[in-house]
């Protein structure tokens, strides 16, 4: 492996400072990065080591009755916080529907939030990639690409975003605290993931230097409890990235779908909330037709990016099956293969 | 070099009477657990430095230019080996003396045959500098377009396929059966290039002392690996010593050195160092073997009554442009079903990959999931529950030679795990079945069959003064457990307890075992061990029996027996004596003997010799999301002398999970211009995790077979993946309707063929 300087700075203003020199990158738990520096994508000069930053692992319950999740908090730790998983089911069985055991007990909040595309091109370093080198093309494109985009994509990239966590995320309007060298600064996870169009490297909104430092859940987040689910297809029941997911999350009133949220994985660079689809959904009696009619909605704009076109049919499915589980009601425990479809089944 | 091995035995396994089908437990399973077995890469003798492999990022060209200097100069860069700088060889690497000596690429040429191919070595103090100064070459190609997949190019029939079989068999007329048959069934199947993907990659440290040579390096045969390094450097085979105690996996990809190993012995000599090579994930996609794409392509004929009229199996399969190994894929149409007219056939097409190699049943695992898909599309052509289809069609003789099997309990293999999977009621027409969730279930099955094969190899007995014994034979221990197995063999073979004995294995500087592929390392190496042992015991009974102060005297070696450390005549059980006393009166500090096991000819010519098995599997489909779940396996298995149930239940197991596996998930992604792998690791290969792996049960139907060789055994290494992945693909059609002939299958076509 190349050489490298690696730090690890005592606060979190020195990590700024060290981490804002062209060629540095935070360091979290390395699940990510360092099979990046393995395979040759990322040559990184310099490690800034974020793990041992004070305050950063804390769940903290917020006056407004909010939820603030310190960047370093491990996946599994945050899973298998009992609030938390009362209170946000569905995110809570995102989390564990990733990786492996292993893999969630080292890897952070921030660094599963800021984990790369799985496209395998990008992951390549003979082939051409413009997330690795702006300009050189997409050999993705016309390449082995069932797994890639559906919505949201351009010429430039059609890669997605992987993480699980980050889609009921951002179907629950969760906000991202960011310090960099100007200070202290918001953003909706919305806004953290950027689409690819003209400049696929610039895969989010932070600038060098910034840390993401929190996870902020707002106060309404929680209305959802008792409708939550999250339900991942993947090609083998546990340890494999989604092919496509959704997250559903609704607040059902007198028999009416009061409130809304849905969001998909797998299906764009950025965790996708489908506005339109809660659009549909609001007011309206939870229904199979409802949520077929929210599904075609959540997929309007859908197109293939190559020898995809299945996905957009199995993404309106995801967002019936999730709807109608949401319906139903969260399960009491989270089950035993968490997102999965047959997580319905006893003894699964 | 000797092994040091801290072997368990467990003390309640301790027996008189036959140690010889006990479940033993596994003699090297505490030094694994504990960390202690000692595998090739944990070896580190003094002043070893490490050598990292550059490879290739294009398929097919040359390299024209590599920055030397740029990773000399990288702090701990040694050396860096490329054809411009390296140790002579004594032999061309390209040159084929043998149909075993595959060509690899030791830098000879700055040529580039496949993706992932070494195009230099460079040798330093740390890992780390080796594999940045490997990355700090940055070669320039000359690049040619890579012939990627089953339509690459011109197709060719290959001279011979396996192990030299003929690549057309023909037996009765297929025409004339087509032609007669009421229904008809003619369906395409295509198998994924697969990767062996044993645990432990491929690994060597190399220690040069003159021109006698150390190695510590995985084997599947260490006496094939020496004769290759022996000519391969001009030394002699005696002056190479092979340490292979333990492999984690092999499944083929270690039966023959590779190119990988070889180059660390070269880097050990040209920096006069002991240097360590171990492959990364990504580099064993390549180098070390894979299982070729096959596209098959089945027609049936079948009567009115359901039998068969006509079987036609045809394979086409990919090889490297520079060698030649030819999957037998149709090969698995010759032995199954009876038939008046069988027909197999192969073609293969040359593409930019490293040369295919024997990949854990290869031949029967692509073969059989064609084969028993297509019988399960003609069972459910003629209405026919599959099961019943089979029996129907069972062969009794071996369809296309007429030999007789040396023995076959398929029907009994049948008979229990339907019983026990509960097969009865099973619907014919498929999407009639749901589970209380709503989900689709499917029931399908297929037959398992291995051919029951004997190399050659050879064991040394010995019996010492105080009585005790030893067995030596240089066998290879992938895991599949033959320090266990083959120690219970040689108790018995010197009619001892297993605590009187020792077994040494593991190394070259022991008589030859031959190669532990082919499901027979336990049927050699056990006739071996068996053979030494009754010729040691003769010579014990040569000396007591010609001696008139024994008790025996004058019984001669037919007229005694061995039993528990003693001699007995067989005429007067009373009159006895012990190992010990009879060297101890004779003055002999030891006797020893030899003993070898190979096939009979004999009896080969005579009968057909394979393990047979039926496999039954429960599937569920999300009948809207297509997401399958594999959820019940039960499969019974004829496989001749079972010699330890716990080992042989887990090489069962391994073989029905790798089954499901190639069914749903296996699959290596090339992309078709560059002809790079796409998911060369083990996070994007997927091969079944725990959480897919269903309850499983396997059953052994036992089987006295006097023809394979002296002890009856058969081997199980291989036969659990035939049948299973057949299985599963027929289980996936009769939950959903759907079926999908291109494995592995694949969530669209589930999703797309269900409907809304
Ligand atoms: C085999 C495998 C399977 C996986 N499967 C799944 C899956 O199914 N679903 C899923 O969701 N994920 C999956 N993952 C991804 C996993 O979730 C991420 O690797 C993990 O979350 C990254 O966290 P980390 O702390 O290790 O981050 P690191 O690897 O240390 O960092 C990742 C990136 O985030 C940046 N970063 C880290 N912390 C911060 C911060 N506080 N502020 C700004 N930038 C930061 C780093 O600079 C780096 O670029 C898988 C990973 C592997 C290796
Ligand atoms: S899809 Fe995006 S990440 Fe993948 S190769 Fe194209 S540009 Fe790179």
Redesign the pocket.
């Given at each position: 492996m190349m050489n490298f300087d690696y730090v690890r700075p005592a606060s979190v203003a020195d990590a700024i400072a060290e981490a804002s020199e062209k060629g540095a990158?935070?360091?979290?738990?390395?699940?990510?990065?360092?099979?990046?520096m393995k395979g040759g994508v990322?040559r990184?000069s310099r490690l800034v080591d974020?793990?041992r930053l004070p305050g950063?692992d804390r769940i903290e319950h917020l006056a407004d009755g909010g939820l603030r999740i310190g960047?370093?908090v491990?996946?599994a730790d945050l899973a298998h916080d009992a609030d938390f998983a009362r209170n946000y089911p569905a995110i809570a069985e995102?989390?564990l529907?990733?990786?492996?055991a292993q893999?969630?007990n080292?890897?952070?909040?921030?660094?599963?939030?800021?984990?790369?595309t799985?496209c395998a091109y990008f992951y390549d370093a003979g082939s051409a990639c413009n997330r690795r080198w702006p300009g050189a093309g997409c050999d993705a494109l016309k390449g082995e690409n069932r797994l890639h985009a559906v919505l949201g994509w351009s010429e430039g990239c059609i890669a997605t975003h992987?993480?699980?966590?980050?889609v009921p995320l951002v179907g629950l309007d969760a906000v991202v605290e960011?310090e960099g060298k100007g200070g202290r600064r918001e953003l909706p996870l919305e806004a953290l993931h950027r689409l690819p169009g003209e400049t696929p490297e610039r895969e989010t909104a932070?600038e060098r230097g910034?840390?993401?430092?929190a996870l902020r859940l707002p106060t309404e987040a929680k209305n959802f409890a008792g409708h939550s689910r999250y339900i991942?297809v993947?090609e083998r029941t546990s340890?494999?990235?989604?092919v496509v997911s959704a997250a559903a999350a609704l607040r059902i009133e007198d028999g009416k779908i009061r409130e809304a949220r849905l969001a998909l994985?797998g299906v764009a660079a950025k965790p996708w909330r489908a506005r339109g689809a809660e659009q549909v959904l609001a007011g309206a009696a939870p229904d199979a037709a409802v949520y077929r009619e929210a599904a075609r909605a959540a997929l309007a704009d859908a197109k293939p990016s190559g020898d995809n076109a299945f996905k957009i049919e199995l993404a309106q499915r995801i967002v019936v099956r999730a709807l109608t589980l949401a319906a139903a009601g969260t399960p009491d425990r989270i089950p035993a293969l968490p997102g999965s479809p047959f997580s319905s089944v006893a003894g699964a | 070099m000797t092994v040091e091995l801290n072997l368990t035995r467990d003390p309640a396994h301790l027996r008189h009477g036959s140690n010889i089908g006990q479940p033993l437990r596994r003699t090297d399973g505490a030094l694994k657990v504990t960390g202690k077995a000692r595998y090739a890469a944990d070896n580190h003798p003094p002043g070893m430095v490490y050598a990292v492999i550059a490879t290739s990022c294009i398929a097919r060209g040359r390299v024209t230019a590599l920055c030397v200097d740029a990773a000399k100069r990288h702090p701990g860069v040694i050396d860096v080996m490329t054809p411009a700088h390296k140790p002579e060889l004594a032999e061309d690497p390209d040159a084929k003396g043998n149909p075993f000596a595959f060509r690899m690429e030791l830098l000879q040429s700055d040529e580039v045959r496949y993706a992932n191919q070494a195009i230099a070595v460079v040798i330093a103090e740390t890992l780390e500098a080796a594999t940045e100064g490997a990355a700090l070459l940055s070669p320039r190609y000359q690049v040619e377009i890579a012939r990627v997949g089953l339509d690459a190019g011109e197709t060719y029939v290959p001279p011979a396929v396996g192990i030299g079989h003929p690549a057309e068999v023909r037996h009765g007329d297929i025409d004339a059966g087509l032609a007669a048959a009421s229904k008809r069934i003619d369906a395409t199947y295509e198998t994924p290039a697969q990767y062996h993907n044993a645990m432990e990659p491929h690994a060597i440290v190399a220690v040069w002392d003159g021109d006698r040579l150390f190695i510590d390096t995985p084997s599947q045969g260490m006496a094939m690996a020496q004769m290759r390094i022996a000519g391969l450097f001009g030394i002699p085979p005696a002056n190479i010593h092979i340490n292979s105690p333990f492999l984690g996996g092999g499944f083929g990809s270690k039966g023959l050195v590779s190119g990988p190993q070889v180059l660390g012995v070269m880097a050990a000599k040209l920096v006069g160092r002991p240097v360590k090579l171990v492959l990364r994930r990504s580099q064993m996609y390549g180098p070390v073997g894979h299982r070729p794409p096959t596209r098959q392509r089945i027609r049936i004929g079948t009567g009115d009554d359901g039998l068969l009229t006509a079987l036609e199996h045809e394979a086409r399969i990919t090889t490297s442009s520079f060698d030649d190994f030819y999957e037998p894929a149709a090969d698995a149409s010759h032995t199954l079903y009876a038939s008046p007219a069988i027909r197999t056939a192969h073609q293969a097409v040359r593409v930019d990959t490293g040369t295919p190699l024997f990949m854990r049943a290869p031949g029967e695992a692509t073969g059989s999931i064609a084969l028993e898909s297509a019988i399960d599309e003609a069972a459910f052509a003629c209405g026919i529950d599959p099961l019943e289809f089979r029996l129907k069609n069972y062969a009794e003789v071996e369809p296309t030679t007429g030999k007789p099997f040396s023995s076959k309990a398929l029907r009994q293999c049948y008979a229990k795990a339907a019983e026990r999977f509960g097969w009865a009621g099973r619907p014919l027409q498929p999407k009639q079945m749901r589970d209380e969730n709503g989900f689709l279930v499917g029931w399908g099955m297929g037959t398992a069959t291995f051919p029951a094969l004997m190399f050659q190899g050879n064991a040394r007995a010995v019996i010492r003064a105080d009585g005790r014994g030893v067995m030596e034979s240089g066998a290879h221990d992938m895991g599949q457990g033959a320090w266990t197995a083959l120690t219970q063999i040689s108790a018995d073979a010197l009619a001892l307890d297993l605590d009187q004995i020792s077994f040494l294995s593991g190394t070259s500087d022991l008589p030859d075992a031959g190669i532990a592929g082919g499901s027979a390392h336990t049927a050699t190496v056990g006739a071996a061990i068996h053979n030494a042992g009754a010729a040691v015991i003769a010579k014990l009974a040569e000396l007591a029996t010609s001696d008139e102060r024994s008790p025996l005297f004058g019984a001669g070696n037919a007229g005694v027996v061995a039993r528990a450390g003693r001699l007995h005549r067989r005429d007067d059980d009373a009159r006895s004596e012990s190992y010990a006393e009879i060297l101890a009166r004779a003055g002999v500090a030891e006797v020893e003997a030899s003993g070898t096991g190979a096939a009979d000819p004999a009896a080969q010519s005579q009968y057909a010799m394979h393990a047979h098995g039926a496999v039954f599997a429960e599937v569920k489909v999300d009948p809207e999301l297509g997401q399958i779940r594999a959820t019940r396996l039960v499969g019974a298995f004829a496989a001749g002398r079972i010699i330890n149930p716990l080992m042989v239940r887990s090489q069962l197991y391994g073989g029905m999970i790798w089954g499901l596996s190639f069914a749903l998930h296996e699959e290596a992604v090339m992309d078709k211009r560059s002809g790079r792998i796409l998911n060369a690791?083990?996070?994007?290969y997927h091969v079944p995790v725990n959480a897919d792996v269903p309850p499983m049960e396997v059953i052994t139907v036992d089987e006295h077979d006097p023809h394979v060789n002296p002890l009856g055994i058969k081997g199980v290494g291989e036969i659990g993946i035939t049948g299973s992945a057949g299985a599963v693909a027929n289980a996936v059609f009769h939950a959903t309707g759907i079926r999908v002939r291109n494995f592995p299958i694949k969530i669209e076509e589930v999703v797309m063929g269900l409907g809304g």
């Open positions: 990158t935070y360091l979290a738990s390395g699940t990510n990065l360092l099979d990046l990322s990184p974020v793990t950063l960047a370093l491990r996946n995102a989390l529907s990733g990786a492996s893999l969630r080292a890897a952070t909040v921030g660094g599963n939030l800021m984990q790369r799985r992987p993480s699980d966590f980050c960011i932070l910034d840390l993401i430092v991942k993947r340890y494999a990235f989604a994985g | 690791n083990l996070a994007e």
